[in-house]
């Protein structure tokens, strides 16, 4: 991805760092992935066992001097890797390597250590260090990288607006015929033709098929009459897109596009229920009623929403028991479902930028979320 | 990868059963991954962080009841693809995950996990069952997977035989005036072609590049008097290569010839180290003993080898402190190298399948480590 100014990075790290002193934590351990991109703008050239760690010493002020413990073998690279350079910590084969990150941590500290540090990794601190304890940043810091900057949301929206663009040139094609994977396999063509660097999934789920929110397009011979879920999304430019929009074979039964109009209405409530001192659990709960009253409430199996930034699913969740407030700048999907086993399936999935209090520059306008998707709602036929 | 017989999957489990009862643990947490496709022939269509785990529980006699822990929206998938099917526990969005687990586990047990299972859910767990304790698979079963079958050993073989075909295939092609991205790009297309699902790493290390082992191949031209280190490897049917052999464009100075001559040397020295009751640091001593004497010790920047399986890195570690004894069926790398910064580098790594008591089959047969590439170990002159 393009990197931004380091002065980026660092104030991430100026702001991590404030944010993990009034959190009560003495720092937070970041590891290779979305959050060492966040923060360094770093990624190693493979994943592998070995340790690799930025440790952000919480500090009130966020004038901490985070240092990088690093694989010896991979220091030179990190260096021209790190954007805006970074002192490191690094350590040799044979080492014991979490001792020697152990130096830069506080032997009875609490810290903050990124989801998909591997359990090596974390036990293995514990281990150097009996009285330190850890907490995952998403239980601690939800929100550390859940609120964008105008330069996040404007790649989440070039990447939406890709998707869009996949949408557009996937519903003239003929389904007819054709089975699930070989739309599949157009869908991932089309978002690397439309600046997808990388193809995280690409859901096509005809007729029956569709009850199954995550079924994984197979040999199933699309054909008149089927509704078709297509869910599909990847980083462009190193930010995600996330788009579902549910397609009909000809035309529909009164019954089909109930369950549609169902789903539209309940994905606009979604989007609605984005004001003042809205909740992220509001999200859920208003598009969750729409689908309830109408009857399907049993067969709406899954959370309303997720965020996305670097990658494509992350806090904060739109789901029951999330009391999180809904924040200006945050990025998240609505996208309500209904799922009639053996039956059918709609999914309708836009991502959309909160602004719960009312939209920068637009001193009257109410408080909203603002869709970065903008394919069409209604239902579209295909053939 | 094509899946073995149910029948190896279930062995595994109940071996591994056995093997946490020996070792005084409660059970295994399997997570997604290469822990998961050893046990269960299954890899969830995406990598998430929703919990996914598969509990082996200890078993002196291997007869436990394993059971997965699975998102509800992916309970179908797992059905349809863990090899001889699995019970499963599911939970729901919005449900404690962790507590769901934790229905399946001893409050006071302790646990081997996974080594890459995100620290979120072994913290989780942790915060579950505080009285609960766990470890990292490779802390406590080091040797989990590290013993290959002749199944297995066969899939290793034809890995390595692909890579020894690209090396066969690359060496005639031009590398004067290539630039080193070129020549990876090159790398990256035969390993493809000879049956690599996945590929790894191509590093292309041209001249001064070569001192660092882990350079990443980019802009530099390759031009006549280089020494050219290329290292690569990836997935062939599930399974792993990863070799290394040092070429030069034209002849060879007395001094590159002389740094060569010793890599080859303490390469054999390495493999010929596999004898009854070997360990694996006797492995990296043996290899190291032959550059230190020739005065390069300290150009020797890293461990002598690794383990290689589901991964192309795991245990065993051919490392200083490594006490393991070499077993029989023990699939590893042996690639001594020598970086000298500003001037060159030189390595030369295989893959070899341990037999320290004897091979199977030949009564009279000594220990050995058989090499499974057989790529030429004298420098090949490129042009």
Redesign the interface.
């Known amino acids: 991805m393009t990197p931004f100014d380091a002065a980026v990075y660092a104030d991430r790290r100026r702001r991590a760092a404030a944010q993990a002193a009034a959190a009560g934590l003495d720092g937070i351990l970041v590891t290779p992935g979305p959050d060492l991109r966040y923060f360094l703008g770093y990624t190693p050239?493979?994943d592998?066992?070995r340790l690799t760690m930025l440790a952000i010493p919480a500090a009130a002020d966020g004038a901490g001097d985070p240092v990088a413990v690093v694989p010896?073998?991979?220091e030179?690279?990190m260096h021209l890797g790190a954007v805006g350079g970074i002192e490191t910590l690094a350590w040799?084969?044979?080492e014991d390597e979490h001792a020697v990150a152990g130096r830069l941590l506080r032997p009875e500290g609490r810290y903050a250590?990124?989801?998909?540090?591997?359990?090596?990794?974390?036990?293995?601190l514990q281990r150097a260090l009996p009285a330190s304890s850890?907490?995952?940043v998403?239980?601690v810091l939800p929100l550390l990288r859940a609120v964008k900057s105008p330069e996040e949301v404007a790649r989440l929206a070039a990447a939406g607006a890709g998707a869009d663009a996949v949408f557009d040139e996937i519903v003239p094609r003929p389904f007819t015929g054709r089975r699930e994977r070989d739309v599949a396999a157009d869908l991932d063509a089309l978002l690397r033709e439309h600046g997808h660097e990388q193809v995280?999934?690409t859901l096509v789920c005809a007729g029956e098929h569709g009850a199954?929110?995550?079924?994984?397009p197979g040999d199933r011979v699309i054909r008149s009459g089927d509704m078709v879920v297509m869910d599909f999304g990847g980083l462009a430019d190193g930010y995600g897109s996330d788009t579902t929009r549910t397609v009909h074979v000809g035309p529909l039964t009164d019954r089909e596009q109930h369950v549609h109009d169902v789903v539209r209405a309940a994905q606009q409530a979604g989007v609605d229920a984005v004001r003042p001192s809205a909740t992220c659990q509001d999200v859920d709960r208003a598009a969750r009623a729409v689908i309830e009253d109408a009857g399907f409430g049993e067969h709406f199996?899954?959370?309303t929403g997720h965020g996305i930034g670097l990658t494509t699913?992350?806090p904060p969740?739109m789901?029951?028991?999330e009391e999180t407030p809904v924040e200006a700048g945050m990025c998240f999907s609505v996208e309500p479902g209904i799922y009639l086993p053996g039956e059918l399936g709609v999914r309708i999935e836009d991502i959309v930028v909160a602004f719960p209090s009312g939209v920068p520059g637009l001193a009257d306008a109410p408080g909203a979320a603002m869709r970065l998707n903008t394919s069409p709602h209604e239902v579209v036929v295909v053939e």
């Open positions: 050239a493979a592998t066992e010896r073998l991979e030179h690279d040799s084969d044979g250590v990124s989801d998909a540090a591997w359990a090596l990794h974390v036990l293995g850890y907490a995952a998403t239980t995280d999934f199954d929110p995550h079924h994984e199996v899954h959370r699913h992350e969740y789901v029951s028991g």
